[in-house]
């Protein structure tokens, strides 16, 4: 496109008095924007006025030149055909240099004018990514039970084809299996009916809904807006996203055996075992019974999670023997009472039809006998051992495990680490890897949902639950976490709207989570790939394929533009429109490297724009100021930071560089997983870099900024300031 | 202004100055109080043991029954013992129309029947809501500045029914005692119990619940301690000496009714319509500051 | 221990308000607010584990049950609405039906109190600690009301209360007034204890 | 598929719940119009310190939907607004809003410069009031939208007129009255949170009595760096760095004196507390003192994960009674019912884990519809309720519940 460049200055927020905006302006005009207005307050509506009248005059790349990107997003923002490039002379200049000469402040000014300059020269506004054919916009649930059948009836009902995959000859799950359901609505103290046949009722008379039972999913090729899925019955469907519902698994009671004697008299059942009873009326009879909670939840040598549903499904289950005999003896040994939320009010209804709860400590609860059960129990409540004796039934309430297999993931190894050691890392994680799969996905990466603990396919369980790493395919319901029944209903319904939602991106040709929106995408220059396949590998999305060669095949739909791809390729051929490895090179050859006499350093941050550049705004905004000699850059993930970036940077002189992202580990915050793990492991290898450059590994430092430390910015910036001091200045300076 | 006074027992005894210092202040405050004609004994929260559940119902509602047939003003009753088991018996009477049913069976034996009209009182309420610390304080002829007070409400005064103060943190009495000009002082013991209810028979458990509370009061700079209710009186009052004995406290703490005080507020006689020659640990230098 | 629901259930039919310790969840305010708490071994939450655990004797037998000062502290905080108060007197109450004496002394003085309402229709407190140390018999009755004497004397001193003390009880009392209507009280009294008995039987 | 030409969804609270919504919905191509009540949309995750069981700044989480919001041209938001009636049926709503003022208008650059010119100060509602701050404030520092406030208590004064004149952009406009809007939208999600139970109401608790007892919203703000004390935790009282904590657990909830039900997140947000303290004053003695502790689902992990730090004592007992000591500390009674013993222990802070009150139960919504014995919204209503006025729940629950409700939303608007 041809390029209609203007830059605007604004004056306002102490800008124009700190700065001189004619040195500004020579500075972006040596990159190409050599036209320039002023206003005294560029965000008023006559400065957007201003701007307003140009772009209608054809203007179409703006550099401006006033606060943070994250400020005044509205008033800047002029439709996607429009370049904007923002300069953020007031957070990053303005109000952090207070301690600063005026003419170090100026020159810190100057080169962020350079940057923006060349960064805007060299951008492209970006296309959308359209997939080829039409679109596919039916959704595909693959599990019929509570949390699936909700699912498929709501995204019907939003006007979506739905297919529904259940593996079973019939719908339902484990309703099929339930006798009642506990309270689930005011005032919280009747069972109520199994809503099954109503589910069914309505997924059958819904024409939007075409239902497989008896059937699994073979394989399941291409990417969200375009799957093609294959059925164990010769099916094969089109869908545009998928949920993934299938529910979960009871702890095996077979694996009680020790703890509990499960299996040693026909009288210890599990809870669904005893459902099942209950179902087919075979409670007679019962005078005295015991349920105990936590029977393989909670525990380290078997489920260390709770469970979620067991307490509650034991005090209905307590109700159907009070009901069926009120003069019963019904007993449930717990560790905790967990019945969360308005569910209090079924416990006290427990209580009130005379259920007796006894508090257990951590040990289980021996269990003796054939025919009548005894059973010995520390009573907490009364501090002492008791035991129960003449049990006519022991209901273990067994726990819940996600029907998802367990992905294991190797380490991430930096380049150029031995690939013996790599190799074996590889086939650790490979060996503790499930060998099933749900889904079969034709992914390089694996045919299954990564997952982070316990088998559960997620990556941000707090903000974001829905998000698995694999785009357009969403969890829904206990395959995700242990919930109860109302949960993993509700669950359904909001994974359809996550479905539907990433149909209507592909459709867009935009990102979804977390860049919604997004129109750039990775775009590879295949000529020059050598095959290295780190891409492929080090996607955290599993967007990339390969083919027999080893070449990459992208799949736009799949991508989260984080630009983990871009940064992790070693021949710089996969770039955005308006990011890429060029334009940050550029950004950064484009600061002024003063010669080694004047002692000014120069240190480049590389800046995740998602936790630390907003650290650095608020840290600006409440006055705290840091070394001018410092210049920041944005990116989209330090995983997207190339090393090239680094050797460049430090070849031409800058005296060190600074990735500041956010935490990692365990409890990472990426938004792109593990963009700052690799980051961190790539830079523990840029030593090699340095050596054969004869410099100093502390010119390099990667910094954990989460986005609330802003009191933190200022400290890390000078105390790296005082570290290159201290290892002087960069030897290539002038070069 | 017409109420039911129901006196109780105790006012016959031990509180009899409740009741003479009661009824002087009615005088002064125009509240007319006619008697129960022959009202019984509410029992009190000892009655379980010789008595049971429906024959406590059943002594109160006797009370219940004569108040509506005899006119059916509000029951006032300054001991809250009485206060609570009439109260008590005539909710559960209004809120079960068949225990009601079967109570009026059994009055029938004494011609008697209850309906569920009357509304029971504590005389707390009665100075409080209806006749209002306003009036209080125009009543009052003689300030009692410089009185250092500590208001004791104790348990059954406002416990269990919170109706017109609260449970855990009651008021009602320090506004009054504040109208009256008196110097209420911070006391964090106000409604914690005395053990009246047992006091004579366990008195080796119960004497560090009057030494607390008396201690209490003192650390908060009281000279006096006023309450609304006979037990608390008698009880705090008369086995001082004894409570020295088993816990080597050393009380010498006068302990009055709020209705003496008042009435000494009001102008009348120390010893005639405020009764202080009633009690067993004489006023002395706790009055002095307003001549009695 | 065997855990045994007889007591239970016998608690929840016969002792009064007994069944509303079944939504109890042993959060331990009841015992921490009483102000006797330093005094019992057992606070109220002990004791309705206890009858859930089914153990009778321990719980009739605890002098505990009758150490109530019945001040309705624990009652009016019990997150779970349980009517503490009532259920201890209605445990204590059962209990000495059942012939179990969990405290001698508040026991005869509860008896001395009750004749006193019955016999009279009122309760004369100079009369009613007689009758209560006259349970102990003549000689250690009188030694009994003897060493009450201090405060018997300070109160008539106060004129609070009038000299009966030491008429003996089983003549007639002048002092002592009937009210009117005594006799009926007494036939509602007896048919009320009718309906309860039945109950408790 | 038009959705533009279809009637909007009307989202009333900006918290994670009313936030989630309000993204789903708009990213699925929907109009949506947000309404929230106070001058910044986030709701009370904002004034978080941390997330359980991560132990993650809410504010990441809340940077990146306010992102989506930013560049998403299919929402709008009305701050310091309220509905005040609400007509018609799911398809056809015609809702009325009033907007208070905020004597401050979209000019304003969040320079500062009003706040450095008055001196009147307010307590500080983002803090819970346990700091001042000037009448003309940012409400904090990630706020969206980033735009200052003048509080209506110097609107009228000096004060205002100070600031007025400070403002070098025209932003300060005390003329502003408000205004009434009137909305036609096709459905109404109702996200209007909750308010954390008011703890004088537990006497006995005398929380009015001591500066040194909290609740876990303002232990909250202690921890968090930009808190009152910058993330110090100190004694309000005297500002001493409390050597022995104590966090009592269902302070009103599971309570039929005051919250019958279980507010669900109290006890993982006292572990949580328990982790800031253990952090910043690794001298400090804690206790938890709980009647059960409710870690649910994978949440267990996080409840292990603090027992196995040892530096927590939790004790089973509801506590009966806290009692200011002249020192400042609180003597805290209760009954050990493991041990069956009837303790009184000093502890120099209290924080009282404090549940959710929906806020449903203390203003209604302005249409016919049904509540639980506790003033939660039940399901399956003309008006949809989400997140924490339908049942009190963590964040996840709350997103999760958001996105189930934007799907009902636009089944509702599809009609």
Same mark, same amino acid.
């Not at chain 4, 919001?69 to 005040?84: F, G, Q, Y």
């Given at each position: 496109?041809?390029?209609?460049?203007?830059?605007?200055?604004?004056?306002?927020?102490?800008?124009? %008095?700190?700065?001189?905006? $004619?040195?500004?302006?020579?500075?972006?005009?040596?990159?190409?924007?050599?036209?320039?207005?002023?206003?005294?307050?560029?965000?008023?509506?006559?400065?957007?006025?201003?701007?307003?009248?140009?772009?209608?005059?054809?203007?179409?790349?703006?550099?401006?030149?006033?606060?943070?990107?994250?400020?005044?997003?509205?008033?800047?923002?002029?439709?996607?055909?429009?370049?904007?490039?923002?300069?953020?002379?007031?957070?990053?200049?303005?109000?952090?240099?207070?301690?600063?000469?005026?003419?170090?402040?100026?020159?810190?000014?100057?080169?962020?004018? !350079?940057?923006?300059?060349?960064?805007?020269?060299?951008?492209?506004?970006?296309?959308?990514?359209?997939?080829?054919?039409?679109?596919?916009?039916?959704?595909?649930?693959?599990?019929?039970?509570?949390?699936?059948?909700?699912?498929?009836?709501?995204?019907?009902?939003?006007?979506?084809?739905?297919?529904?995959?259940?593996?079973?000859?019939?719908?339902?799950?484990?309703?099929?299996?339930?006798?009642?359901?506990?309270?689930?609505?005011?005032?919280?103290?009747?069972?109520?009916?199994?809503?099954?046949?109503?589910?069914?009722?309505?997924?059958?008379?819904?024409?939007?809904?075409?239902?497989?039972?008896?059937?699994?999913?073979?394989?399941?090729?291409?990417?969200?807006?375009?799957?093609?899925?294959?059925?164990?019955?010769?099916?094969?469907?089109?869908?545009?996203?998928?949920?993934?519902?299938?529910?979960?698994?009871?702890?095996?009671?077979?694996?009680?055996?020790? %703890?509990?004697?499960?299996?040693?008299?026909?009288?210890?059942?599990?809870?669904?075992?005893?459902?099942?009873?209950?179902?087919?009326?075979?409670?007679?009879?019962?005078?005295?019974?015991?349920?105990?909670?936590?029977?393989?939840?909670?525990?380290?040598?078997?489920?260390?999670?709770?469970?979620?549903?067991?307490?509650?499904?034991?005090?209905?289950?307590?109700?159907?023997?009070?009901?069926?005999?009120?003069?019963?003896?019904?007993?449930?040994?717990?560790?905790?009472?967990?019945?969360?939320?308005?569910? #209090?009010?079924?416990?006290?209804?427990?209580?009130?039809?005379?259920?007796?709860?006894?508090?257990?400590?951590?040990?289980?609860?021996?269990?003796?006998?054939?025919?009548?059960?005894?059973?010995?129990?520390?009573?907490?409540?009364?501090?002492?051992?008791?035991?129960?004796?003449?049990?006519?039934?022991?209901?273990?309430?067994?726990?819940?495990?996600?029907?998802?297999?367990?992905?294991?993931?190797?380490?991430?190894? /930096?380049?150029?680490?031995?690939?013996?050691?790599?190799?074996?890392?590889?086939? &650790?994680?490979?060996?503790?890897?499930?060998?099933?799969?749900?889904?079969?996905?034709?992914?390089?990466?694996?045919?299954?949902?990564?997952?982070?603990?316990?088998?559960?396919?997620?990556?941000?369980?707090?903000?974001?639950?829905?998000?698995?790493?694999?785009t357009g395919i969403y969890t829904s319901g206990t395959v995700r976490r242990p919930m109860r029944l109302t949960q993993a209903q509700d669950?359904?319904?909001?994974?359809?709207?996550?479905?539907?939602?990433?149909?209507?991106?592909?459709?867009?040709?935009?990102?979804?989570?977390?860049?919604?929106?997004?129109?750039?995408?990775?775009?590879?220059?295949?000529?020059?790939?050598?095959?290295?396949?780190?891409?492929?590998?080090?996607?955290?999305?599993?967007?990339?394929?390969?083919?027999?060669?080893?070449?990459?095949?992208?799949?736009?739909?799949?991508?989260?533009?984080?630009?983990?791809?871009?940064?992790?390729?070693?021949?710089?051929?996969?770039?955005?429109?308006?990011?890429?490895?060029?334009?940050?090179?550029?950004?950064?050859?484009?600061?002024?490297?003063?010669?080694?006499?004047?002692?000014?350093?120069?240190?480049?941050?590389?800046?995740?724009?998602?936790?630390?550049?907003?650290? =650095?705004?608020?840290?600006?905004?409440?006055?705290?100021?840091?070394?001018?000699?410092?210049?920041?850059?944005?990116?989209?993930?330090?995983?997207?930071?190339?090393?090239?970036?680094?050797?460049?940077?430090?070849?031409?002189?800058?005296?060190?560089?600074?990735?500041?992202?956010?935490?990692?580990?365990?409890?990472?915050?990426?938004?792109?997983?593990?963009?700052?793990?690799?980051?961190?492991?790539?830079?523990?290898?840029?030593?090699?870099?340095?050596?054969?450059?004869?410099?100093?590994?502390?010119?390099?430092?990667?910094?954990?900024?989460?986005?609330?430390?802003?009191? +933190?910015?200022?400290?890390?910036?000078?105390?790296?300031?005082?570290?290159?001091?201290?290892?002087?200045?960069?030897?290539?300076?002038?070069? | 202004?017409?109420?039911?006074?129901?006196?109780?027992?105790?006012?016959?005894?031990?509180?009899?100055?409740?009741?003479?210092?009661?009824?002087?202040?009615?005088?002064?405050?125009?509240?007319?109080?006619?008697?129960?004609?022959?009202?019984?004994?509410?029992?009190?929260?000892?009655?379980?043991?010789?008595?049971?559940?429906?024959?406590?119902?059943?002594?109160?509602?006797?009370?219940?029954?004569? /108040?509506?047939?005899?006119?059916?003003?509000?029951?006032?009753?300054?001991?809250?013992?009485?206060?609570?088991?009439?109260?008590?018996?005539?909710?559960?009477?209004?809120?079960?129309?068949?225990?009601?049913?079967?109570?009026?069976?059994?009055?029938?034996?004494?011609?008697?029947?209850?309906?569920?009209?009357?509304?029971?009182?504590?005389?707390?309420?009665?100075?409080?809501?209806?006749?209002?610390?306003? +009036?209080?304080?125009?009543?009052?002829?003689?300030?009692?500045?410089?009185?250092?007070?500590?208001?004791?409400?104790?348990?059954?005064?406002?416990?269990?029914?919170?109706?017109?103060?609260?449970? #855990?943190?009651?008021?009602?009495?320090?506004?009054?005692?504040?109208?009256?000009?008196?110097?209420?002082?911070?006391?964090?013991?106000?409604?914690?119990?005395?053990?009246?209810?047992?006091?004579?028979? &366990?008195?080796?458990?119960?004497?560090?619940?009057?030494?607390?509370?008396?201690?209490?009061?003192?650390?908060?700079?009281?000279?006096?301690?006023?309450?609304?209710?006979?037990?608390?009186?008698?009880?705090?009052?008369?086995?001082?000496?004894?409570?020295?004995?088993?816990?080597?406290?050393?009380?010498?703490?006068?302990?009055?009714?709020?209705?003496?005080?008042?009435?000494?507020?009001?102008?009348?006689?120390?010893?005639?319509?405020?009764?202080?020659?009633?009690?067993?640990?004489?006023?002395?230098?706790?009055?002095?500051?307003?001549?009695? | 221990?065997?855990?045994?629901?007889?007591?239970?259930?016998?608690?929840? #039919?016969?002792?009064?308000?007994?069944?509303?310790?079944?939504?109890?969840?042993?959060?331990?305010?009841?015992?921490?607010?009483?102000?006797?708490?330093? &005094?019992?071994?057992?606070?109220?939450?002990?004791?309705?584990?206890?009858?859930?655990?089914?153990?009778?004797?321990?719980?009739?037998?605890?002098?505990?049950?009758?150490?109530?000062?019945?001040?309705?502290?624990?009652?009016?905080?019990?997150?779970?609405?349980?009517?503490?108060?009532?259920?201890?007197?209605?445990?204590?109450?059962?209990?000495?039906?059942?012939?179990?004496?969990?405290?001698?002394?508040?026991?005869?003085?509860?008896?001395?109190?009750? &004749? $006193?309402?019955?016999?009279?229709? !009122?309760?004369?407190?100079?009369?009613?600690?007689?009758?209560?140390?006259?349970?102990?018999?003549?000689?250690?009755?009188? *030694?009994?009301?003897?060493?009450?004497?201090?405060?018997?004397?300070?109160?008539?001193?106060?004129?609070?209360? +009038?000299?009966?003390?030491?008429?003996?009880?089983?003549?007639?009392?002048?002092?002592?007034?009937?009210?009117?209507?005594?006799?009926?009280?007494?036939?509602?009294?007896?048919?009320?204890?009718?309906?309860d008995a039945a109950k408790e039987a | 598929m038009t959705d533009e030409t279809k009637k909007a969804i009307l989202v009333v609270g900006g918290?994670?719940? $009313?936030?989630?919504?309000?993204?789903?919905?708009?990213?699925?191509?929907?109009?949506?119009?947000?309404?929230?009540?106070?001058?910044?949309?986030?709701?009370?995750?904002?004034?978080?310190?941390?997330?359980?069981?991560?132990?993650?700044?809410?504010?990441?989480?809340?940077?990146?939907?306010?992102? !989506?919001?930013?560049?998403?041209?299919?929402?709008?938001?009305?701050?310091?607004?309220?509905?005040?009636?609400?007509?018609?049926?799911?398809?056809?709503?015609?809702?009325?809003?009033?907007?208070?003022? !905020?004597?401050?208008?979209?000019?304003?650059?969040?320079?500062?410069?009003?706040?450095?010119?008055?001196?009147?100060?307010?307590?500080?509602?983002?803090?819970?009031?346990?700091?001042?701050?000037?009448?003309?404030?940012?409400?904090?520092?990630?706020?969206?939208?980033?735009?200052?406030?003048?509080?209506?208590?110097?609107?009228?004064?000096?004060?205002?007129?100070?600031?007025?004149?400070?403002?070098?952009?025209?932003?300060?406009?005390?003329?502003?009255?408000?205004?009434?809007?009137?909305?036609?939208?096709?459905?109404? =999600?109702?996200?209007?949170?909750?308010?954390?139970?008011?703890?004088?109401?537990?006497?006995?608790?005398?929380?009015?009595?001591?500066?040194?007892?909290?609740?876990?919203?303002?232990?909250?703000?202690?921890?968090?760096?930009?808190?009152?004390?910058?993330?110090?935790?100190?004694?309000?009282?005297?500002?001493?760095?409390? *050597?022995?904590?104590?966090?009592?657990?269902?302070?009103?909830?599971?309570?039929?004196?005051?919250?019958?039900?279980?507010?669900?997140?109290?006890?993982?947000?006292?572990?949580?507390?328990?982790?800031?303290?253990?952090? *910043?004053?690794?001298?400090?003695?804690?206790?938890?003192?709980?009647?059960?502790?409710?870690?649910?689902?994978?949440?267990?992990?996080?409840?292990?994960?603090?027992?196995?730090?040892?530096?927590?004592?939790?004790?089973?007992?509801?506590?009966?009674?806290?009692?200011?000591?002249?020192?400042?500390?609180?003597?805290?009674?209760?009954?050990?019912?493991?041990?069956? #013993?009837?303790?009184?222990?000093?502890?120099?802070?209290?924080?009282?884990?404090?549940?959710?009150?929906?806020?449903?139960?203390?203003?209604?919504?302005?249409?016919?519809?049904?509540?639980?014995?506790?003033?939660?919204?039940?399901?399956?209503?003309?008006?949809?309720?989400?997140?924490?006025?339908?049942?009190?729940?963590?964040?996840?629950?709350?997103?999760?519940?958001?996105?189930?409700?934007?799907?009902?939303?636009?089944?509702?608007?599809?009609?």
């Amino acid at each position: 496109m041809s390029k209609k460049v203007c830059g605007y200055l604004c004056k306002g927020c102490g800008i124009g %008095d700190a700065l001189d905006l $004619g040195g500004l302006k020579k500075a972006a005009g040596e990159q190409g924007v050599k036209e320039f207005k002023e206003h005294d307050v560029l965000c008023s509506p006559e400065g957007v006025a201003m701007i307003q009248a140009d772009v209608d005059a054809g203007t179409n790349a703006l550099l401006i030149a006033a606060c943070s990107s994250r400020a005044k997003t509205d008033e800047f923002s002029f439709g996607n055909q429009v370049l904007v490039e923002r300069v953020s002379l007031r957070e990053q200049v303005v109000w952090c240099s207070a301690e600063a000469e005026d003419d170090d402040r100026q020159m810190l000014g100057e080169d962020y004018m !350079r940057m923006g300059g060349v960064k805007l020269t060299k951008s492209e506004p970006p296309a959308p990514f359209q997939l080829e054919g039409e679109v596919a916009k039916a959704v595909l649930v693959v599990g019929g039970g509570i949390s699936g059948l909700n699912a498929a009836i709501a995204a019907a009902e939003a006007g979506s084809q739905v297919y529904l995959v259940e593996k079973e000859a019939e719908l339902g799950g484990f309703l099929r299996t339930i006798n009642k359901l506990g309270p689930q609505t005011a005032p919280y103290r009747e069972l109520e009916d199994n809503p099954l046949p109503a589910l069914l009722e309505k997924v059958s008379g819904h024409a939007n809904i075409k239902t497989f039972t008896g059937a699994t999913v073979d394989k399941t090729e291409g990417a969200p807006g375009n799957f093609t899925i294959s059925l164990s019955n010769g099916e094969s469907l089109r869908a545009g996203a998928i949920i993934q519902a299938t529910g979960w698994t009871p702890y095996d009671p077979e694996k009680l055996a020790g %703890d509990l004697a499960y299996g040693s008299s026909p009288n210890i059942v599990t809870n669904v075992q005893f459902e099942q009873k209950a179902k087919e009326g075979g409670l007679g009879g019962i005078n005295s019974i015991a349920f105990i909670q936590c029977a393989g939840s909670r525990d380290a040598n078997h489920l260390p999670y709770c469970s979620a549903f067991c307490c509650l499904v034991s005090c209905k289950q307590a109700m159907y023997v009070k009901q069926a005999n009120p003069e019963a003896s019904v007993y449930v040994i717990y560790k905790d009472v967990r019945t969360p939320s308005q569910s #209090e009010e079924v416990y006290r209804e427990a209580q009130r039809q005379g259920v007796i709860f006894i508090r257990r400590d951590e040990a289980y609860p021996t269990i003796t006998g054939s025919d009548k059960l005894s059973l010995e129990t520390m009573d907490v409540l009364l501090n002492e051992k008791v035991s129960l004796e003449e049990l006519d039934m022991v209901v273990l309430a067994t726990g819940m495990k996600p029907n998802n297999p367990k992905v294991v993931e190797a380490p991430l190894v /930096a380049f150029g680490e031995d690939q013996e050691a790599a190799k074996k890392l590889v086939e &650790e994680a490979k060996a503790q890897t499930e060998d099933w799969s749900v889904l079969n996905l034709q992914y390089r990466q694996g045919p299954n949902l990564p997952t982070l603990k316990y088998a559960m396919p997620d990556s941000h369980f707090i903000c974001f639950p829905y998000e698995t790493r694999r785009t357009g395919i969403y969890t829904s319901g206990t395959v995700r976490r242990p919930m109860r029944l109302t949960q993993a209903q509700d669950d359904g319904v909001g994974a359809a709207m996550k479905a539907i939602q990433a149909i209507r991106a592909a459709e867009a040709g935009c990102a979804v989570h977390p860049r919604s929106g997004d129109e750039s995408f990775p775009e590879f220059a295949m000529q020059r790939c050598t095959q290295c396949k780190r891409c492929t590998e080090e996607c955290p999305f599993g967007a990339i394929n390969e083919d027999e060669k080893a070449n990459p095949l992208p799949n736009p739909t799949r991508c989260r533009r984080c630009g983990v791809c871009m940064g992790a390729c070693p021949e710089r051929i996969i770039s955005f429109k308006n990011y890429s490895v060029d334009i940050v090179g550029s950004q950064i050859k484009a600061i002024e490297v003063p010669e080694e006499d004047e002692e000014k350093p120069r240190v480049v941050v590389l800046a995740c724009e998602n936790d630390a550049l907003p650290a =650095i705004d608020m840290a600006a905004r409440l006055g705290k100021s840091w070394s001018a000699f410092v210049r920041f850059i944005p990116v989209r993930c330090l995983g997207s930071v190339n090393l090239v970036w680094i050797a460049d940077a430090l070849s031409s002189g800058i005296d060190g560089l600074i990735l500041m992202g956010c935490r990692r580990g365990d409890d990472y915050q990426c938004h792109f997983i593990k963009g700052s793990e690799l980051a961190n492991v790539r830079m523990s290898k840029i030593s090699e870099t340095l050596q054969r450059l004869v410099l100093e590994s502390d010119r390099i430092k990667v910094a954990e900024v989460g986005i609330t430390d802003h009191d +933190k910015v200022a400290g890390i910036i000078n105390e790296f300031m005082e570290t290159i001091d201290s290892v002087g200045p960069n030897p290539y300076k002038g070069f | 202004m017409d109420y039911f006074l129901y006196y109780g027992c105790s006012l016959e005894g031990g509180g009899v100055h409740y009741m003479i210092s009661t009824e002087a202040v009615a005088k002064a405050l125009g509240i007319n109080f006619h008697e129960i004609e022959d009202w019984n004994c509410c029992g009190a929260s000892i009655a379980y043991i010789g008595g049971n559940e429906m024959q406590s119902i059943v002594l109160n509602a006797r009370n219940l029954a004569l /108040a509506e047939a005899q006119g059916g003003y509000d029951i006032v009753a300054p001991c809250s013992s009485c206060y609570i088991m009439l109260n008590k018996v005539n909710r559960e009477l209004q809120a079960h129309p068949k225990l009601m049913a079967q109570v009026n069976e059994i009055l029938a034996e004494g011609g008697l029947k209850y309906s569920g009209q009357i509304r029971v009182r504590h005389i707390l309420d009665l100075l409080y809501h209806d006749v209002g610390v306003e +009036k209080i304080k125009a009543a009052v002829k003689k300030p009692l500045t410089g009185v250092k007070v500590a208001a004791y409400y104790g348990c059954q005064t406002t416990r269990p029914f919170g109706e017109y103060d609260s449970c #855990e943190n009651p008021h009602t009495q320090d506004d009054i005692l504040a109208a009256l000009g008196a110097e209420v002082v911070e006391f964090g013991h106000r409604v914690k119990c005395c053990g009246s209810g047992i006091f004579l028979t &366990e008195i080796d458990k119960c004497a560090y619940l009057v030494k607390d509370i008396i201690e209490s009061a003192a650390a908060g700079g009281a000279q006096i301690i006023s309450t609304a209710c006979p037990m608390c009186q008698m009880n705090l009052e008369i086995y001082q000496q004894r409570v020295n004995a088993i816990t080597g406290a050393n009380l010498n703490m006068p302990v009055v009714f709020v209705t003496q005080l008042m009435a000494l507020a009001f102008g009348g006689d120390k010893d005639g319509a405020a009764a202080l020659n009633r009690l067993v640990v004489p006023s002395g230098p706790a009055l002095q500051a307003v001549g009695a | 221990m065997d855990y045994n629901q007889t007591f239970a259930k016998e608690v929840y #039919e016969k002792v009064d308000s007994g069944d509303e310790i079944k939504v109890c969840m042993q959060c331990g305010v009841c015992g921490a607010t009483c102000p006797l708490r330093g &005094e019992m071994k057992y606070g109220p939450r002990q004791i309705w584990s206890l009858i859930r655990a089914g153990r009778r004797d321990e719980v009739l037998n605890n002098p505990d049950i009758m150490l109530c000062t019945s001040c309705y502290t624990c009652q009016v905080r019990c997150p779970r609405g349980v009517p503490i108060m009532e259920v201890m007197h209605g445990l204590a109450h059962y209990a000495l039906a059942q012939g179990i004496v969990p405290r001698a002394e508040t026991a005869k003085f509860g008896k001395a109190f009750w &004749e $006193g309402i019955y016999d009279t229709g !009122r309760v004369d407190e100079a009369v009613v600690p007689i009758k209560y140390c006259l349970q102990d018999g003549l000689v250690a009755g009188l *030694k009994k009301s003897l060493g009450m004497m201090d405060i018997g004397l300070a109160l008539m001193k106060a004129k609070r209360m +009038k000299p009966k003390m030491f008429i003996p009880p089983n003549i007639f009392i002048p002092g002592v007034h009937k009210i009117k209507g005594v006799k009926q009280l007494q036939r509602m009294l007896d048919k009320a204890a009718a309906i309860d008995a039945a109950k408790e039987a | 598929m038009t959705d533009e030409t279809k009637k909007a969804i009307l989202v009333v609270g900006g918290g994670m719940s $009313g936030l989630s919504a309000a993204l789903e919905a708009a990213e699925a191509g929907y109009q949506v119009v947000l309404v929230e009540k106070n001058a910044y949309v986030g709701g009370r995750v904002a004034q978080l310190h941390q997330y359980f069981p991560k132990l993650c700044p809410p504010y990441c989480g809340l940077e990146i939907n306010f992102r !989506r919001v930013k560049s998403n041209p299919r929402i709008t938001i009305h701050t310091l607004a309220e509905v005040t009636s609400i007509e018609g049926a799911p398809g056809d709503f015609t809702v009325k809003v009033k907007v208070s003022p !905020r004597y401050v208008n979209d000019k304003c650059t969040a320079c500062g410069k009003c706040a450095d010119a008055v001196s009147a100060t307010i307590p500080n509602p983002f803090n819970y009031g346990l700091d001042q701050i000037k009448a003309a404030y940012l409400p904090h520092d990630l706020a969206m939208p980033l735009r200052y406030v003048i509080d209506p208590s110097i609107a009228g004064t000096d004060e205002g007129q100070k600031a007025a004149a400070a403002c070098p952009y025209g932003a300060v406009d005390l003329g502003d009255a408000g205004q009434e809007l009137s909305l036609n939208v096709g459905a109404v =999600i109702w996200a209007a949170g909750w308010t954390p139970y008011d703890p004088s109401k537990i006497e006995y608790y005398n929380f009015d009595k001591s500066p040194n007892i909290v609740t876990n919203v303002q232990f909250e703000r202690l921890a968090a760096v930009n808190g009152p004390t910058s993330g110090a935790i100190q004694r309000p009282g005297d500002g001493a760095a409390p *050597k022995k904590v104590a966090f009592i657990q269902c302070a009103g909830s599971r309570d039929e004196n005051h919250l019958p039900f279980c507010s669900s997140i109290c006890c993982l947000a006292s572990l949580k507390q328990s982790t800031y303290v253990m952090e *910043k004053l690794p001298e400090a003695e804690i206790t938890i003192y709980f009647i059960d502790i409710r870690a649910m689902d994978r949440n267990e992990d996080f409840y292990t994960k603090v027992k196995a730090s040892n530096k927590v004592q939790f004790v089973k007992s509801k506590i009966a009674m806290i009692t200011p000591q002249a020192n400042g500390n609180l003597i805290l009674e209760g009954e050990n019912t493991a041990t069956g #013993e009837r303790f009184k222990a000093e502890h120099d802070l209290v924080v009282l884990a404090t549940g959710m009150q929906p806020n449903t139960a203390l203003s209604q919504v302005p249409f016919d519809v049904t509540y639980d014995p506790y003033g939660f919204l039940t399901s399956g209503q003309a008006v949809i309720g989400v997140g924490t006025v339908r049942r009190p729940s963590e964040v996840v629950t709350c997103v999760q519940d958001g996105t189930s409700a934007a799907l009902k939303a636009i089944q509702a608007v599809g009609r």
